[in-house]
T-cell receptor
Framework: AQSVSQHNHHVILSEAASLELGCNYSYGGTVNLFWYVQYPGQHLQLLLKYFSGDPLVKGIKGFEAEFIKSKFSFNLRKPSVQWSDTAEYFCAVSSMEYGNKLVFGAGTILRVKS | NAGVTQTPKFQVLKTGQSMTLQCAQDMNHEYMSWYRQDPGMGLRLIHYSVGAGITDQGEVPNGYNVSRSTTEDFPLRLLSAAPSQTSVYFC?????????????FGEGSWLTVV
């Protein structure tokens, strides 16, 4: 069955540190890839998405992610985090071969210390 | 444009009670789905619908029923609530054509079963 793995459940960083959150998926075919963010007490919001084309995707709030097909990975990065980036981050994958159902990773809780 | 609206936002139920979580969207989206979010498990798909009159099971359908009599509404029914159903529930919708891979989430419904 298709699955999405996020490597870290909790990450604690100081402000201005660089961030990389890992995401790997198990699909073999054509995939669409997403990162969602959930700020404390709020609903899920789309950070960025990849469908095709340039594997380096720019999202909102200075986030980017790189699709590496050979590694089945879609890691999220930000060069310098801020206290306001404290949130839970979810990687998600969909594939036409699986009816375009969106499958989420377990989430990574990021806490940024000011 | 309200997007995806879920009610209630908070609910406490006793074991064995039944209730319905309401979800409505005003974007004329064909696809609607319900997820539950539990710590360390990400979002798991409960049920989904690809259009009015059509529903199907997701990963964790047991204990839940859905119906889709109109394009706009996709209620989730808990038939006999159990403590294991304590969770945060998210309704989501997306279009079939155009930007079909962007999912819009509701704000979540926090359910506690005692």
């Amino acid at each position: 069955a298709q699955s999405v793995s996020q490597h870290n459940h909790h990450v604690i960083l100081s402000e201005a540190a660089s961030l990389e959150l890992g995401c790997n998926y198990s699909y073999g075919g054509t995939v669409n890839l997403f990162w969602y963010v959930q700020y404390p007490g709020q609903h899920l919001q789309l950070l960025l998405k990849y469908f095709s084309g340039d594997p380096l995707v720019k999202g909102i709030k200075g986030f980017e992610a790189e699709f590496i097909k050979s590694k089945f990975s879609f890691n999220l990065r930000k060069p310098s985090v801020q206290w306001s980036d404290t949130a839970e981050y979810f990687c998600a994958v969909s594939s036409m071969e699986y009816g375009n159902k969106l499958v989420f990773g377990a989430g990574t809780i990021l806490r940024v210390k000011s | 444009n309200a997007g995806v609206t879920q009610t209630p936002k908070f609910q406490v139920l006793k074991t064995g009670q039944s209730m319905t979580l309401q979800c409505a969207q005003d974007m004329n989206h064909e696809y609607m789905s319900w997820y539950r979010q539990d710590p360390g498990m990400g979002l798991r798909l409960i049920h989904y619908s690809v259009g009015a009159g059509i529903t199907d099971q997701g990963e964790v359908p047991n204990g839940y029923n859905v119906s889709r009599s109109t394009t706009e509404d996709f209620p989730l029914r808990l038939l006999s609530a159990a403590p294991s159903q304590t969770s945060v529930y998210f309704c989501a919708s997306r279009a079939r054509g155009g930007d079909r891979n962007t999912i819009y989430f509701g704000e979540g419904s926090w359910l506690t079963v005692v």
